[in-house]
């Protein structure tokens, strides 16, 4: 397993490391301390985000990233960010016994949205559901999705992003073969920018997966029509990002600083 270490202390320290994949988190630790990378009276008061509850020591490396690519591990006085390069393997979430409408049916309706509403490239969303936080990329190839919590850089480079899933927005003359192959299967292709091809890496699909990206379109749909109504045109070019935060029962819809989210990670 081939690692990138970005260790910020007191300064910054950016390492590739190789390690089995079978290591424990307590087994690179080791390895961090004993190659001069990592102070070992740190280690004690780190934590990781979703394993409070685990040993640390014994946590699977590989158990880090079933979800994502990247991995924090923090303390009052040490950052360690650990990014899994994965090897790059494109694939159409296609299963035939999953119900991809109410995807069809939220990418339809933003079409439709951005037709009526002009949406800068490179327009960076926030959207908060309940817990769940994400930054949401519009391009004009389509939509990336990003870990508010781990992927709050990526969302704002001009390149080399990594999403954890997008989904890529074409007319029906763009489709290769196997595209158009595929888009059959779960809808009749569509002569407008709305035909989806979903990329969620090396994960697997499953209804869930795509309820949530059908929920985060039609999250995007609501943004965009508020502004409609307002008549004005969303954009993050400055230190404001266009959001959209339900938590209980409150729903707030406009904009939040950019400052104030980076207070937030």
């Known amino acids: 397993m081939n690692l ?19 290591s424990t988190l ?16 740190f280690i004690p008061e780190l934590t990781v985000s979703g394993f409070e509850d685990k040993n640390l020591q014994a946590i699977k490396v590989s158990a880090l990233f ?28 296609g299963d035939k016994l999953l119900d991809y409408s109410k995807v069809v049916h ?30 949401v990329r519009y391009e004009a190839s389509g939509i990336e999705f990003f870990y508010f919590k781990t992927q709050y850089e990526h969302a ?13 927005l074409k007319v029906k003359g763009e489709l290769s073969k196997a595209e158009l192959r595929w ?31 059908a929920m985060l379109f039609h999250r995007l749909v609501v943004i965009l029509g508020r502004f409609w109504k307002n008549d004005e045109r969303p954009g993050s070019e400055g230190e404001y990002l266009p959001a959209y935060v339900q938590v209980g029962e409150a729903c707030s819809i ?12």
């Open 106 to 135: 939220s990418v339809e309706k933003f079409d439709e949205t951005t037709q009526a509403v002009d949406v800068p490239e490179g327009t960076v969303f926030y959207i908060q559901q309940q817990e769940a936080q994400f930054l």
């Open 156 to 168: 704002f480079l001009d390149q080399g992003r990594q999403p954890f899933l997008r989904v890529t």
């Open 183 to 213: 888009i059959r299967s779960v809808m009749l292709p569509s002569k407008e920018r709305r035909n989806p091809l979903i990329d969620i890496g090396e994960r697997v699909v499953s209804q869930g997966v795509l309820d949530d990206i």
């Open 66 to 93: 079933e979800f994502d690519t990247q991995a924090v591990l923090s303390s009052r006085d040490v950052r360690i960010t650990l990014t899994h390069k994965k090897p790059e393997k494109k694939v159409l979430a």
């Open 26 to 41: 307590g087994a690179l630790l080791d390895k961090l301390v004993e190659d001069g990378l990592l102070n070992i009276h």
């Open 4 to 22: 990138k270490v970005k260790i910020k202390d007191t300064g910054m320290v950016i390492q590739k490391v190789k390690i089995a994949d079978t």
């Open 254 to 265: 406009g904009y939040v600083a950019r400052h104030q989210l980076e207070d937030i990670r």
